[in-house]
């Protein structure tokens, strides 16, 4: 069986893109089958982890993957370990076929389960194949977000440390209570990680330790800084990146850290 794991908040620039496709390259790295899952339509994970546009993946994404309940056919292998359901704009049309049950091209693909079971009635398929499977997800609190956390057992909730991520955690830790309580897995939170810290920045530190305290056992120690060569993963990816080693350094003890927790709870 498949340990799942999501990243999520409802808002844009935490690093849940790159924390993902990072995540993915390590597992993959240490000789685990990881399977990616790109649930948001910007499909910055999808060009992240295959260096391709997302638009080369129309018709071959999650989304057909998702109203077809086949995901083998929609799966591409990266490289040795690593396997996408990559996401492109048109996984912006998920809401309105799963309640119309009419797809982008017209076709009539009608889903009479529940709206937020999908997804993990598809990954149940190829639950076996995986070690891992890493989702990665929207800014927003959207039928693709609901889905991917009834998917999950592990949810990293990102905080970028400012005011408007500080007020955003509540409501994304009650999301995840109510996803916990609707899916049949055991939805646990793996952690907050600390994201984009700039370091030079009084306030970004003052809103650091105010997350610790207000939940001290679920942040990781390991603070995520802001750093030219990891925000550069969007442009080298992961395979012919001449500054890998650095991108990568400040992301191996928080992986450490989600893999204690990840492997105790079982
Ligand atoms: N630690 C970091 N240091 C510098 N830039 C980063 C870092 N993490 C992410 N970035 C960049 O910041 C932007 C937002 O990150 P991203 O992973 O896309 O966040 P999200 O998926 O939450 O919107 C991207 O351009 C990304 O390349
Ligand atoms: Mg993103």
Redesign the pocket.
Known sequence: MSKRIVMG?Q?????????AGVLAHLLARDGYKVLAVDL?SQG?LTELLSQQPSNEFVEHSVLEAMQYKDPESYIVNLSGNIDLLAANNFLATFPRWLYTGVSYTDEKIPYRGNPSLLLNEVLKQVDETYDYIVM?TP?SLSEQTTNALCASDYVVV?YECSNWCYSAIPNFLDSVEAADRVTPHDLKIAGILR??NDVRRNDAKAFNEMIAEDYPDLVFPTI?????P?????LYGFEENPELKNALE?YESFYEELMQRVQQSG
Do not use: E, F, V
């Open positions: 908040i808002k844009g620039g935490c690093g849940k893109s790159t924390t948001d910055n990665d800014p990102m994201t984009m995520i800084t802001r750093r030219a990891t925000g550069r993963l969007a400040q």
